[in-house]
């Protein structure tokens, strides 16, 4: 294959090739803007670099022949040593990842060419600082020197001369730095500084492929479900100098403002600096607004690019670019990260102004984003005490005590406390702190300081900036102006949306987008907020394209009130066992310890008004739409008192000569209830056939119920299940029972009574007999959460304590199978069920109520799988609409 590839040749759909980064510049380049000229090695050579140990073959000649037409597109050779050519050695994935992998600038810099680039720059001091940032970040990088035993030596260089900033050091400074940091590599990397510019690009290129595995690396690749066998490319880019005096510097720009979606000039800049210099947030920008002043044709310019690039990417774009000496250079570009409320409302705009349809826009948004603006926020009207203004980096309201590391940070939260980890300035190594905490707030660093960039990308509360505030990590106090001191354990309250900062809770209240879906803020109001009219949009759409109905998880008559209100079109299951518990766990009770027919048959007649009035209630909310109760489910030792507990009691009773004689028969109860396994025990169906009248009292009260409302005027579309069905003769079992109860209500009420009965598909053999099963079933509702836990053979209820974290660390899943559906193992049985469900009843209806009808991967696989619905908690139920939407196009 070809490896190397020239910037003219690529294009910004090679991003699995070339990573996001070279083709971008490959774009870039085709467009006739001012990108510096370069190449690109392949994600393929990384990957068999990765896998062998070497670079593979060819890819020193290809790398030679692309090198050699860049020296003479710049008339510069790579090491001369009267006009050295400089190269930047930079990673590019396919996903961006930032700061998580390698970069290495100057490449090409030696004791010779020094001299040659001093006096082709006419600046001495710049040629040793590029010099001494060449050999910082290739010792850092390539040879893995500690990069604080640089840092300390320029820290104690700019000390001993009295000044603050690295921009007060002369050449003598510099030339004698670069010696010191010349000793620091021998020392700690046990091998000199390579003086061969050749091999300073190889290695560096090795590094690059590298950082790939370096464990914050694989930590960001998990959290952001990126897979971990995609690889980097790595792009060689002649460099240009935005440190070669006041009139160079260095920028980031975004077309839109990232944050909130408005159009206008956003970005910061920073004068007579190289690139890191921004990303680390180590001297303070200014906005980008101030470059029209300090160089008004380079400003001009940008405006002119950021337009082009907008209508070309049909999207908000992200730039970073330099300028030597007054001539401006493009040295990145992508489709920029956003928050939630700026996606939804750029993606709005876009389709006013003509750039795309409500498809695209609907495609732009996602079901994750929207849930994040459902979060709730800060309430403005409680009192709050605001301590800083910072930037609005990621949007939230995130409540925590103060933590200063990632360690502490990790650790508290582990131990369930909400944190914020409160830095100068973040950078890859907090990466597990960041993760832990609520929210991130920063004293140092603009909108594309590390710390936002990542907060922005996990979702995740970020303030940053907040530069009144002095953050002291080894004292472990935060001090704000008016001598108020945070001590670490101290709680305070950030808010990501507005950027401040308050001391200790406040309290926070609904999102504009609950309340909108709510039914409280009209869309269609003049006065109302643009970001509702966007989800307004994109919902409607959403909604006019799903194939899908979307019910919901339901048990309670508020929550299917709320789900309604939010759009389900029914209930895909109501749990019936949380109306055995309360009050009426005595009569529960009562009906298991009962010895006779006699004794049950009067406890089931007690329970029997309470369940019925439970289901009217609900059928009322939901009338007119089908609504999917389940019969009894879990075992019945769920019902009764902890075996410990009730032990002790009657021991305790006992010691002190009491006879208590329900506690005693209660506790024999127990014990012959209790299972080792009580999730593969007695539950589900099988309560059905051993405990007789127990199904057929909940099936009366259902079909009374519904009789009830019918009588009222209302229209009830029941739909009884049986949960945990392996084999149909279990199903025939039951379902003889629930008709021969119709009957009877039939006769007794003398209404006209339709219902459906249908089962769980829960179990493996359920799904692989489901042709048998849909002989009887009038629908399956696929119970994914114990298919998920039967199929793998996991404990759904112990998993994630005993050992998920070192499968997710090992990779084994890159996300756990509870939350997002294992397409290949229990999708597979899914897919089976249906295809066999169907052969056997033509338009069986068909839907899944475990956790994953609410997670946005899995509905897109029960789309493509032909699911009629997915169900899900009411407050997902916007998210699946959405999804469901998204999952047609
Ligand atoms: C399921 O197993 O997916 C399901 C919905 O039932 P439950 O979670 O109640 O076992
Ligand atoms: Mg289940």
Redesign the pocket.
């Given at each position: 294959p070809k490896f190397v590839y020239a910037f003219a040749e690529a294009n910004k759909d090679m991003k699995d090739l070339l990573g996001g980064k070279g083709a971008n510049l490959g774009e870039m380049t085709r467009l006739g803007l001012p990108v510096p000229p370069g190449f690109t090695i392949t994600t393929e050579a990384c990957l068999a670099y990765l896998a062998t140990g070497r670079e593979p073959d060819g890819l020193a000649e290809e790398v030679s022949e692309q090198l050699a037409k860049l020296e003479q597109a710049m008339g510069k050779r790579l090491g001369d040593t009267e006009d050295p050519l400089l190269v930047s050695v930079r990673s590019g994935a396919k996903h961006s990842m930032p700061g998580m992998m390698e970069t290495v600038l100057n490449v090409g810099l030696n004791d010779e060419s020094v001299h040659g680039l001093a006096v082709q720059a006419g600046d001495e001091r710049f040629a040793y600082d590029s010099y001494r940032r060449l050999i910082q970040m290739f010792g850092k990088t390539v040879l893995g020197v500690d990069g604080e035993h640089f840092e300390d030596v320029l820290e104690a260089a700019k000390q001993s001369k009295g000044v603050t900033s690295d921009l007060d050091l002369d050449a003598k400074d510099l030339r004698e730095l670069v010696q010191v940091y010349k000793d620091i590599v021998v020392e700690h990397a046990g091998q000199p500084f390579p003086q061969d510019p050749r091999e300073q690009m190889e290695l560096a290129t090795r590094a690059v492929f590298d950082s790939w595995n370096t464990p914050r690396a694989v930590i960001y690749r998990r959290q952001e479900r990126i897979p971990s066998n995609l690889g980097t490319a790595v792009n060689i880019v002649a460099m240009v100098f935005g440190n070669l005096g006041m009139d160079s510097g260095t920028g980031v720009a975004f077309t839109r403002d990232p944050a909130s979606g408005a159009q206008g000039i956003y970005g910061d800049y920073l004068q007579n600096a190289q690139g890191e210099d921004v990303v680390a947030g180590i001297r303070n920008t200014v906005p980008l607004r101030e470059l029209e002043r300090i160089d008004k044709r380079s400003y001009n310019e940008l405006l002119h690019i950021m337009q082009t690039l907008e209508e070309h990417y049909r999207d908000l774009c992200d730039i970073e670019f330099t300028i030597e000496r007054g001539k401006l250079w493009m040295l990145q570009t992508r489709v920029g990260k956003r928050t939630a409320a700026a996606a939804f409302r750029i993606a709005t705009q876009l389709v006013d102004q003509g750039l795309i349809d409500m498809t695209e826009a609907m495609s732009r948004v996602n079901g994750a984003q929207l849930a994040q603006l459902m979060f709730p926020r800060f309430d403005e009207k409680a009192e709050r005490h605001k301590i800083a203004q910072g930037m609005n980096a990621s949007p939230g309201a995130a409540v925590g005590k103060v933590v200063f590391d990632s360690y502490t940070a990790v650790k508290w939260s582990r131990s369930g406390e909400q944190v914020i980890l409160v830095r100068r300035e973040t950078n890859p190594d907090d990466l597990n702190g960041m993760i832990a905490a609520a929210g991130i707030l920063t004293s140092r660093g603009g909108k594309t300081s590390h710390a936002a960039v990542v907060a922005r990308g996990m979702g995740k509360t970020c303030v940053c900036g907040a530069e009144t505030l002095d953050v002291d990590t080894k004292q472990r106090v935060l001090h704000a102006p008016h001598g108020i001191e945070v001590h670490e354990g101290d709680v305070i309250s950030v808010d990501g949306g507005t950027g401040e900062v308050f001391l200790g809770e406040v309290p926070v209240v609904d999102s504009p987008i609950v309340r909108y879906f709510e039914g409280e803020l009209d869309p269609a109001d003049e006065e109302a907020d643009d970001l509702v009219k966007a989800v307004d949009r994109i919902m409607r759409h959403a909604d006019g394209v799903r194939r899908m109905a979307i019910r919901t998880?339901a048990d309670t008559p508020e929550d299917a009130a709320r789900a309604r209100r939010f759009g389900a079109q029914g209930i895909g299951?109501c749990?019936t066992e949380h109306m055995f518990l309360g009050e009426r766990r005595a009569l529960v009770e009562q009906l298991i310890l009962a010895d006779t027919d006699q004794a049950r048959e009067r406890q089931l007649a007690e329970l029997l008004p309470l369940q019925r009035a439970d289901f009217i209630q609900l059928l009322r909310e939901m009338d007119g739409l089908p609504v999917t109760i389940?019969l009894l489910?879990?075992p019945l030792h769920e019902f009764l008192p902890d075996i410990t507990e009730l032990s002790v009691r009657v021991a305790v009773a006992e010691a002190r000569g009491e006879q208590r004689e329900g506690d005693l028969r209660l506790l024999q109860a127990v014990h012959r209830l209790h299972e080792q396994n009580p999730m593969l025990g007695l539950r589900g169906v099988r309560l059905g056939v051993v405990i007789p009248g127990l199904f057929q009292m909940q099936a009366r009260a259902i079909l009374e119920a519904a009789a009830e409302h019918t009588k009222t005027g209302g229209v009830p579309r029941v739909e009884i299940m049986v949960?945990l069905v392996a084999n149909v003769q279990e199903f025939e079992t039951v379902k003889q029972d629930i008709i021969q109860v119709a009957r009877e209500v039939r006769a007794a009420e003398s209404v006209h009574l339709e219902f459906l009965i249908g089962t769980?598909i829960?179990l493996p053999r359920a799904a692989l007999t489901a042709d048998q099963i849909a002989e009887a079933a009038e629908f399956f509702?696929?119970?994914?959460?114990?298919?998920?836990?039967t199929t793998w053979g996991f404990s759904r209820d112990d998993v994630e304590a005993a050992f998920f974290s070192a499968y997710l660390e090992k990779g084994i899943f890159g996300v756990s199978p509870f939350e997002s559906l294992d397409r290949e193992g229990v999708g597979e049985l899914v897919r089976i069920a249906v295809g066999k469900g169907r052969s056997q009843r033509p338009g069986l209806k068909l839907g899944v109520?475990?956790?994953h009808g609410g997670d946005a991967d899995s509905v897109h696989f029960f789309n493509a799988v032909g699911l009629d619905y997915v169900s899900c908690s009411p407050f997902r139920v916007p998210v699946a609409r959405l999804e469901a939407g998204r999952a047609t196009s």
């Open positions: 998880n299951l749990r389940r489910d879990p949960p769980m829960e509702s696929f119970g994914t959460n114990d298919l998920t836990q109520c475990g956790e």
